[in-house]
């Protein structure tokens, strides 16, 4: 069955630092997404990607994260200076199409900013 | 925006009983239900959807029923399996892209 793979599995890093979290979705899917999950709290979206432009983000989705797919098969969520806030589990997903479609997910980057 | 809020949030039953779990959701725009499935470890996966225009769909144990005009929606499992245990999310989708995730229902299948 195919899968949406994320890179790395874990990350810890120092506050103030850039990270990359990268994510290789399945190929024909058309969508692309960021989520993050924060500890005992809700999944929450972050922003949505299409056709090489992002399509919807959220509050959450500030000056200091950027998306980029900068191949064919790459999708990557750049977060500029870590804050220790930023520290959760990471989603990325993706979908056939953006209308009444269920997401394929991956198993997520934690991302512990220290 | 979307508020989607989901009860229990811990359940536990007998294997062989069956687990419901209900969502709320606050915008009558919403009109795709999704439910996933999020194992240890692993990214949540889809196990059942339910778009607006249907008030019930089942797969095999799992069943997913829908009242718009209450707007809340539930999962059925039945003749539960040690297996089934995980953390389950529903999700409503309005217009736009993105879901809004309930809070997760830690489900525990005691053998």
């Known amino acids: 069955e195919p899968e949406v793979t994320q890179t790395p599995s874990h990350q810890v890093t120092q506050m103030g630092q850039e990270v990359i979290l990268r994510c290789v979705p399945i190929?024909?899917?058309?969508?692309f997404y960021w989520y993050r999950q924060i500890l005992g709290q809700k999944v929450e979206f972050l922003v949505s990607?299409?056709?090489?432009?992002?399509?919807?983000k959220s509050e959450i989705f500030d000056d200091q994260f950027s998306v980029e797919r900068p191949d064919g098969s790459n999708f990557t969520l750049k977060i500029r200076s870590t804050k220790l806030e930023d520290s959760a589990m990471y989603f990325c997903?993706?979908?056939?199409?953006?209308?009444?479609?269920?997401?394929?997910f991956g198993s997520g980057t934690r991302l512990t900013v220290v | 925006g979307e508020n989607v809020e989901q009860h229990p949030s811990t359940l536990s039953v007998q294997e062989g009983d069956s687990a419901v779990i209900k969502c709320t959701y606050s915008?009558?725009?919403?009109?795709?239900f999704p439910w996933y499935k999020q194992e240890l470890g692993k990214g949540p996966q889809l196990i059942i959807d339910?778009?607006?225009?249907?008030g019930e769909k089942k797969d095999q144990r799992i069943a997913v029923t829908l009242n718009k005009t209450a707007k809340h929606f539930s999962l059925h499992i039945t003749e539960t399996q040690p297996e089934d245990s995980a953390v389950y999310f529903c999700?409503?989708?309005?217009?736009?892209?993105?879901?809004?995730f309930g809070t997760g229902t830690s489900l525990t299948v005691i053998p």
């Open positions: 999700a409503a989708r309005s217009t736009g892209n993105q879901f809004y």
């Open positions: 915008d009558s725009a919403s009109n795709y």
């Open positions: 339910i778009r607006s225009n249907v």
């Open positions: 190929s024909n899917h058309l969508y």
């Open positions: 990607f299409y056709n090489n432009e992002i399509s919807e």
């Open positions: 997903a993706s979908s056939v199409s953006g209308i009444n479609y269920g997401y394929t």
